[in-house]
């Protein structure tokens, strides 16, 4: 059974950092790309980040790009997001994402993940 933990996510103010981490188990870490989403009150679950299982090649949203990076250790099955210059529009619950099979490219929408960690919660104060 694959089970991903998130953790990391706390009250900070805008301008500060947090670094999520999301700890994965019950498969092969390596063999597979990663995501991060994240949902705001009110607001459907959007895309932030994703990083590739064989190169490392990673994708941000627009909103993120230049403030927030993804990485991953594959020796502790843990992915990485970095977030920085974080702002109040930041607030959301974080999740960290999976995808059961393998893409040719690095999947980028919520339907292509299948398995989602329980999520944690970012809050930016102004």
């Known amino acids: 059974q694959v089970q991903l933990v998130e953790s990391g996510g706390g009250l900070v103010q805008a301008g500060g950092s947090l670094r999520l981490s999301c700890a994965v188990s019950?498969?092969?870490?390596?063999?597979?790309?990663m995501g991060w989403f994240r949902q705001a009150p009110g607001k459907e679950r959007e895309f932030v980040s994703a990083?590739?299982?064989?190169?490392?090649?990673?994708r941000y949203a627009d909103s993120v790009k230049g403030r927030f990076t993804i990485s991953r250790d594959n020796a502790k099955n843990t992915v990485y997001l970095q977030m920085n210059s974080l702002k109040p529009e930041d607030t959301a619950v974080y999740y960290c994402?999976?995808?059961?099979?393998?893409?040719?490219?690095?999947?980028?929408?919520?339907?292509?993940?299948?398995?989602w960690g329980q999520g944690t919660q970012v809050t930016v104060s102004s």
């Open positions: 994402a999976a995808p059961r099979g393998y893409y040719y490219y690095i999947p980028l929408t919520t339907g292509e993940y299948d398995f």
């Open positions: 019950g498969r092969t870490f390596s063999m597979y790309d």
């Open positions: 990083i590739r299982r064989t190169d490392g090649t990673t």
